[in-house]
């Protein structure tokens, strides 16, 4: 891993590229201690209050930071899903980010979901199907302004998301699916928009197009989340979202990717398959830059005018 660009080296640390990848999905764990976010979260947006919650989960009680912007609320609510390839990353990893986009008026739920290979799908999906379903029961306890929710995610996480907006907007096909995973009880959440960043829609088209990632999607993608039955799996809609069959239920999306980034083909896919469904769907590709570049405004100027188009998009679509 002595070669890793610079941008991963910062985002990750640079102790874990001392260390071997993971050859086997029971070598996670021990690999993941190595991870070091702190390069990225610092420093943290003024003003915005951090609060440590849980919320009910389908395996026990989920941890999750809760954020709250200066002033007075209420505020519209925003559930962020975190990246890390299903297997690595947490809340804290994504803090800055968050935090920026409840700085402008949001209040945001940024979860702890459980990771594989100890929890293998359908694990990390049916945690953000409770995030989702009870932020929309009880967001209006923590501040939210009791409208449709806003949900974002980055890279995994944005793949939950949209796994999120299959599950609440079409339970008819996660039932008739060929392993229905159960929803939550209560009603399904409704969506303002969805914030879709860098994120992974396609797993028949990534393994066609694996570029860096080829080592990542056997080891962590397939073996890790997905398990020994990783091939079956590839078309499940809350696998690969765009093999749900009522796209033209998804909310507003704005999808973003930088150019250098190997799943910008992902991000590219997924916009038009929204796009032809007749989804308000805005796209943003981003020169120059590579994967989780809004973590890096260091590294690239470019991030800055990226999140203000995102903070302009978010407000146009949630009212904040």
């Known amino acids: 891993m002595g070669g890793a660009p610079e941008w991963m ?32 979260n610092s420093p943290l947006p003024q003003g915005v209050q951090c609060e440590a919650i849980q919320l009910p989960g389908p395996a026990g009680p989920l941890d999750a930071e809760l954020y709250r912007p200066a002033g007075a609320g209420p505020w519209p609510l925003l559930l962020f899903l975190h990246g890390g390839g299903w297997c690595v990353g947490s809340a804290a990893s994504v803090r800055r980010l968050a935090m920026q ?79 229905p995973v159960p929803l939550p009880q209560g009603p399904a959440p409704r969506f303002a928009g969805a914030l879709l960043l860098y994120g992974v829609f396609d797993f028949p088209l990534l393994m066609q197009q694996p570029g860096r990632y080829q080592g990542s999607i056997e080891v962590r993608y397939n073996l890790a989340y997905l398990g020994n039955l990783f091939l079956a799996r590839h078309w499940h809609p809350l696998v690969s979202p765009i093999c749900a069959p009522h796209p033209q239920r998804f909310p507003p999306t704005y999808l973003a990717c930088g150019t250098h980034d190997d799943l910008l083909g992902q991000t590219l896919a997924m916009t038009a ?25 260091r590294l690239y100027p470019q991030a800055a005018a990226e999140l203000a188009r995102i903070q302009t998009w978010l407000a146009a679509v949630g009212g904040a």
Do not use: K, M
């Open 9 to 40: 080296r910062v985002l990750l640390g640079e102790a874990v590229f001392r260390q071997p990848l993971p050859q086997q999905p029971q070598q996670i764990p021990a690999w993941r201690q190595w991870l070091d976010f702190s390069a990225v």
């Open 101 to 179: 986009l409840a700085a402008a008026g949001r209040l945001v739920v940024n979860l702890d979901y459980r990771l594989a290979p100890e929890a293998p799908w359908p694990a990390a999906v049916e945690d953000a199907l409770a995030a989702a379903w009870w932020c929309a029961a009880h967001g209006a306890e923590l501040g939210g302004d009791g409208g449709p929710l806003l949900i974002a995610g980055d890279s995994a996480g944005a793949n939950l998301a949209a796994a999120t907006i299959v599950a609440a907007t079409d339970a008819d096909a996660v039932a008739r699916s060929s392993e």
């Open 273 to 297: 398959h929204l796009a032809r469904a007749g989804v308000p769907v805005q796209l943003s590709c981003v020169a120059g830059v590579d994967h989780g570049f809004l973590q890096l405004d």
